[in-house]
C-alpha cells in the first residue's frame, strides 16, 4: 500500500522559525505578523512570478498595502524592531522585488523625510507618504559612483537666491519611474558638501529612464534619473541633510532592514526547496529519503538560523538606542554571504527545475544578487567592520 502524501505545510517548524525567535514578540505582534502573512499569500503570492517574469510592476497593490496600513505594520505605532524586521523578513519571503520597493518608499525615502527633514517639513510631507499617497524614491547611486560616491558625488547642486539648481544623473533609482517626489542627494559647489533636495518628479528637467534587461528584481522599476538645471525652492532642502555623514544616518537603518531580506530570501528558499524534496521522487521514493538532500536541507537551516539569531540581537541593540554603524555593516555582510549559499544549496536541489522560473526557485536565486550587492557591497561593510576591530582604515 502506498504511503500517503507528506502534507509539508503541517510537518514541525513549518513556518522555518527552528529556534523559536517569534516567542519573543508580544501577543499583538504575533497576531499583526499573522496577518501580513495572510495578505501576503493572498495578495502578492499568486502574482509575483508572473510580474517578475514581465519585469511589470503591479501598481494595483498600492492601495491594498495603504489599505492594510503598511507603513504602519513595519516599524510604527509601538512595534519593536524585532517585529519590523520580522515583517521585512517575510515581505521578501512572499516577494524580494515588492519587498525592495517598500524598502525604498518606506527605508530610504521615508527615512530620508524622517531622519533629515525639519518638522515643518515633515508635517507636510509624511502624511501623504505614510498614507502612500505620494509614493517617493531615493537617488544616491550614480552612473559613475557607487562605492564611492560619498566623496565622488558628481550631481551638483548650485544656490541661486532661494533656489537650488540640480543638475547631474542617478542610476539603479528604484520606484523612480512612477514616483511623485525623490529625495536626491547632491554635492553643493559653494562647501563641496553633499545635501539633501526633495524633488517634485513633475519639475522641468526632470526624467526618469527604465533600466531593461536585469536579470534580478525584474519587477523593480529602477531607472536612470537625469537632471537638467532642476529648480528646487529653498524650503525643498531638507533642513537636516548637509553632509554624508547625515546621509549615513539614513543608511545605518536601511543596512538593517537589507539584513532582514537575507533572512527572508533565505527562509523563500528554504520553503521551496523542502517541499520540493518532500514532494520529488526518484528511484521510487521522495529525495528527501536521500542522506544528501536531507544535508543541504540542514545546511539552509543553520544559515537561517545563524542568520536570524545576529539579526534578533541586533534588533534588542536597536531597541536599547545602542546598536552601532558596524554592527548594521556586519549583519549585511554576514547574512546576504549566507544567504548567497543557501540559494544556490536550494537550486541545486532542484536540479533542472531550478532554473526555470515556474518552480519559484530560479527568481529566488537571482533576486538574491541584488540583495547581496545594494545598500552597500559585501566588500565595503566588511571594511567598515574591519575599520572598527582594527582602528585601521583600509578604505581608500
Same mark, same amino acid.
Not at 284 to 307: C, E, H, T, Y
Not at 368 to 373: F, G, L, P
Given at each position: 500500500?502506498?504511503?500517503?502524501?507528506?502534507?509539508?505545510?503541517?510537518?514541525?517548524?513549518?513556518?522555518?522559525?527552528?529556534?523559536?525567535?517569534?516567542?519573543?514578540?508580544?501577543?499583538?505582534?504575533?497576531?499583526?505578523?499573522?496577518?501580513?502573512?495572510?495578505?501576503?499569500?493572498?495578495?502578492?503570492?499568486?502574482?509575483?512570478?508572473?510580474?517578475?517574469?514581465?519585469?511589470?510592476?503591479?501598481?494595483?497593490?498600492?492601495?491594498?498595502?495603504?489599505?492594510?496600513?503598511?507603513?504602519?505594520?513595519? !516599524?510604527?505605532?509601538?512595534?519593536?524592531?524585532?517585529?519590523?524586521?520580522?515583517?521585512?523578513?517575510?515581505?521578501?519571503?512572499?516577494?524580494?522585488?515588492?519587498?525592495?520597493?517598500?524598502?525604498?518608499? =518606506?527605508?530610504?525615502?521615508?527615512?530620508?523625510?524622517?531622519?533629515?527633514?525639519?518638522?515643518?517639513?515633515?508635517?507636510?510631507?509624511?502624511?501623504? $507618504?505614510?498614507?502612500?499617497?505620494?509614493?517617493?524614491?531615493?537617488?544616491?547611486?550614480?552612473?559613475?559612483?557607487?562605492?564611492?560616491?560619498?566623496?565622488?558625488?558628481?550631481?551638483?547642486?548650485?544656490?541661486?537666491?532661494?533656489?537650488?539648481?540640480?543638475?547631474?544623473?542617478?542610476?539603479?533609482?528604484?520606484?523612480?519611474?512612477?514616483?511623485?517626489?525623490?529625495?536626491?542627494?547632491?554635492?553643493?559647489?559653494?562647501?563641496?558638501?553633499?545635501?539633501?533636495?526633495?524633488?517634485?518628479?513633475?519639475?522641468?528637467?526632470?526624467?526618469?529612464?527604465? $533600466?531593461?534587461?536585469?536579470t534580478a528584481l525584474r519587477t523593480v522599476q529602477n531607472a536612470d534619473i537625469v537632471l537638467e538645471n532642476v529648480?528646487?525652492?529653498?524650503?525643498?532642502? +531638507?533642513?537636516?541633510?548637509?553632509?554624508?555623514?547625515?546621509?549615513?544616518?539614513?543608511?545605518?537603518?536601511?543596512?538593517?532592514?537589507?539584513?532582514?531580506?537575507?533572512?527572508?530570501?533565505?527562509?523563500?528558499?528554504? =520553503?521551496?526547496?523542502? &517541499?520540493?524534496?518532500?514532494?520529488? !521522487?526518484?528511484?521510487?521514493?521522495?529525495?528527501?529519503?536521500?542522506?544528501?538532500?536531507?544535508?543541504?536541507?540542514?545546511?539552509? +537551516?543553520?544559515? $537561517?538560523?545563524?542568520?536570524?539569531?545576529?539579526?534578533?540581537r541586533l534588533a534588542q541593540l536597536e531597541d536599547l538606542g545602542q546598536a552601532k554603524d558596524e554592527q548594521s555593516? +556586519?549583519?549585511?555582510?554576514?547574512?546576504?554571504? &549566507?544567504?548567497?549559499?543557501?540559494?544556490?544549496?536550494?537550486?541545486? +536541489?532542484l536540479g533542472g527545475n531550478g532554473i526555470v522560473t515556474d518552480y519559484e526557485m530560479a527568481k529566488i536565486f537571482?533576486?538574491?544578487?541584488?540583495?547581496?550587492?545594494?545598500?552597500?557591497?559585501?566588500?565595503?561593510?566588511?571594511?567598515?567592520?574591519?575599520?572598527? $576591530?582594527?582602528?585601521?582604515?583600509?578604505?581608500?
Open positions: 500500500m502506498a504511503k500517503p502524501a507528506i502534507d509539508v505545510n503541517n510537518l514541525p517548524y513549518a513556518d522555518g522559525d527552528f529556534y523559536g525567535f517569534e516567542q519573543l514578540l508580544t501577543e499583538k505582534e504575533r497576531e499583526k505578523l499573522q496577518e501580513l502573512r495572510d495578505f501576503l499569500a493572498k495578495e502578492v503570492k499568486p502574482i509575483a512570478v508572473d510580474c517578475w517574469n514581465r519585469a511589470e510592476f503591479p501598481m494595483e497593490i498600492i492601495p491594498k498595502l495603504a489599505e492594510l496600513d503598511i507603513m504602519s505594520l513595519v !516599524h510604527r505605532q509601538g512595534y519593536s524592531s524585532l517585529f519590523a524586521g520580522l515583517a521585512h523578513a517575510e515581505f521578501t519571503r512572499a516577494d524580494s522585488s515588492l519587498a525592495t520597493f517598500m524598502g525604498v518608499h =518606506d527605508g530610504l525615502f521615508t527615512g530620508s523625510i524622517e531622519a533629515l527633514a525639519s518638522e515643518e517639513q515633515k508635517a507636510a510631507w509624511l502624511p501623504d $507618504i505614510y498614507a502612500m499617497k505620494k509614493i517617493g524614491a531615493f537617488g544616491l547611486t550614480e552612473p559613475l559612483g557607487g562605492s564611492d560616491v560619498a566623496g565622488g558625488t558628481r550631481t551638483t547642486a548650485v544656490r541661486d537666491g532661494e533656489n537650488w539648481i540640480l543638475n547631474g544623473a542617478k542610476r539603479w533609482i528604484g520606484n523612480a519611474t512612477f514616483s511623485d517626489w525623490v529625495v536626491i542627494y547632491a554635492r553643493d559647489v559653494a562647501d563641496n558638501q553633499v545635501k539633501a533636495f526633495m524633488v517634485d518628479t513633475a519639475l522641468p528637467g526632470y526624467s526618469a529612464t527604465k $533600466i531593461e534587461n536585469k529648480v528646487i525652492p529653498d524650503s525643498f532642502k +531638507l533642513a537636516g541633510g548637509n553632509s554624508f555623514r547625515d546621509t549615513n544616518k539614513v543608511l545605518k537603518v536601511t543596512r538593517l532592514a537589507v539584513a532582514w531580506q537575507a533572512v527572508g530570501q533565505q527562509l523563500a528558499a528554504f =520553503d521551496v526547496a523542502r &517541499r520540493y524534496a518532500v514532494e520529488r !521522487h526518484q528511484f521510487g521514493r521522495p529525495i528527501a529519503s536521500f542522506q544528501m538532500v536531507q544535508d543541504q536541507l540542514v545546511k539552509m +537551516l543553520g544559515n $537561517i538560523v545563524a542568520s536570524t539569531g545576529m539579526m534578533v555593516a +556586519l549583519a549585511k555582510a554576514f547574512t546576504t554571504a &549566507r544567504m548567497r549559499e543557501t540559494v544556490a544549496m536550494g537550486r541545486s +536541489l537571482a533576486d538574491a544578487e541584488a540583495i547581496y550587492s545594494y545598500e552597500g557591497t559585501y566588500e565595503i561593510n566588511t571594511l567598515v567592520t574591519g575599520r572598527a $576591530i582594527t582602528g585601521i582604515s583600509a578604505i581608500v
